[in-house]
């Protein structure tokens, strides 16, 4: 039976659903909606139990997922959402010991995912051009227990990137139709490319430049999402529903010869 530990990252779940993460260090309180918890109390408590708040009210100790980790990191910028990122983990292959990079750090979101997607023994190479979104998604990364396997580049796409010969390549920039040329110089011959853009002349370009750069094997896709609510007796959907958030594009790159 597993047990909370300290520096362990737990989930409290709440009767209505509030969520809480937090990682528990001795001595510590975590405070919510409906009172506070010690983390000396919730340390020992074996996972999947029933705790109380000091106001008596009632709450789940449970293992965050990676769906958690995502939805609960700090942002500062637009982060690709696990209903992308989880497909787009499917189309690109992306194993343990697969060497990836990533072009757009952003706040680490989607960088999470894919560090998840090649441990134990792979690598993420993410690059940004701003310091101050790699210093955000190291936090992020380091907060989830995942930094150890991405290295943060801080540089324009435009430059180029070290790694050759990668297994797989996702870009998150605003117009990623003008590094292609870049893109295929480090992705190995028939590996993985995917993007995701948020309007339709972006995707255009990017077809009309994968295309002339001899990428094969070309989609374009919309994910939408819509909850239910979760009452058996007035099963319904719930009034809104996760729609456009982007495009995903998905390409191979082949030799030209």
Known sequence: MSVAKAQDLVLLLGKDSKRFMVRLSPGGELHTHRGFFKHDDILGQPLGVQLASHLGYPFYLLRPSLHDLIMNIKRESQIIYPKESGYALLK?????????????TGSGAMTIVLARGVMPSGKVY????????IDLATRNLSNVGMLDFV?????GVAEGFDEKDVDALFMDLREPHLYIGRV???LAPGSFF??????????????????RRDFVDLEVSEILLRHYKTVPARLRPEDRMVAHT??????RPVSEE
């Open 246 to 251: 982007g495009y995903l594009v998905f390409a």
């Open 184 to 186: 295929k110089e480090s």
């Open 126 to 133: 993410s690059y940004d051009r701003r310091q101050d979104m």
């Open 92 to 104: 690109m292959n992306i194993l343990p010991a697969s060497r990836v990079i990533e072009a757009g």
């Open 194 to 211: 995917g993007a995701l853009v948020p309007t339709t002349n972006q995707v255009s370009a990017l077809l009309e430049e994968l295309e």
């Open 151 to 155: 290295d943060l580049r801080c540089r």
